[in-house]
């Protein structure tokens, strides 16, 4: 029976390890996308046909997501009842997000791009406290303040190289940001 528990917990570890890996791969791949539509505007590519490649490529990873659910009768009934309409709104709503992110960066850097973005949840933060009365503490409001100096770096660093449709693109990236979280 000792042997048992013992075997559990590790089994458990396993699996955290394992989840702690594909996090810090899907972090890495989230993080290299811009520098790839960057590389593709570089060689004469736009927006729409970036979009669309980017779309196909991810199009045989939906597909089997789609067959791992129809695996199970019950969730292949699931699949047909909802299924369309969730992939309705998933199509627009990626493709809306997409084409904002993907304009965004012809305007602005990568590093810009990813720090808009993952800064994101400090506008939660500001909007929970102003609409539902949640006051940040001090540790958020210093990280929050940190985050908006990395900001304010990489504008004047942008602004310098790239000029001033950096606000443009800025725009476009956080419209994609807002855009992504509608849907």
Request: charge should be positive.
């Amino acid at each position: 029976m000792n042997q048992a528990t013992s075997v559990e917990p590790k089994s458990n570890r396993q699996k955290q390890v394992q989840g702690l890996i594909y996090a810090l791969i899907g972090t890495a791949l989230f993080s290299i996308k811009p520098i790839f539509v960057k590389v593709a505007y570089q060689y004469g590519g736009d927006a729409t046909a970036i979009m669309s490649l980017r779309a196909l490529s991810s199009l045989p990873f939906y597909a089997l997501i789609l067959l791992m659910l129809c695996k199970k009768p019950e969730r292949r009934t699931q699949v047909t009842q909802f299924g369309w309409q969730a992939a309705l709104v998933g199509v627009m709503g990626y493709y809306v997000a997409s084409y904002l992110d993907i304009a965004a960066l012809e305007y602005i850097s990568a590093q810009l791009e990813r720090l808009l973005i993952f800064l994101f949840p400090s506008i939660v933060v500001i909007l929970s406290w102003m609409f539902l009365g949640q006051k940040p503490t001090g540790n958020v409001l210093r990280a929050v303040g940190l985050g908006y100096l990395g900001i304010a770096a990489i504008l004047f660093h942008d602004v310098q190289s790239l000029g001033e449709e950096i606000w443009k693109g800025s725009a476009l990236a956080v419209a994609q940001r807002l855009s992504l979280r509608s849907t």
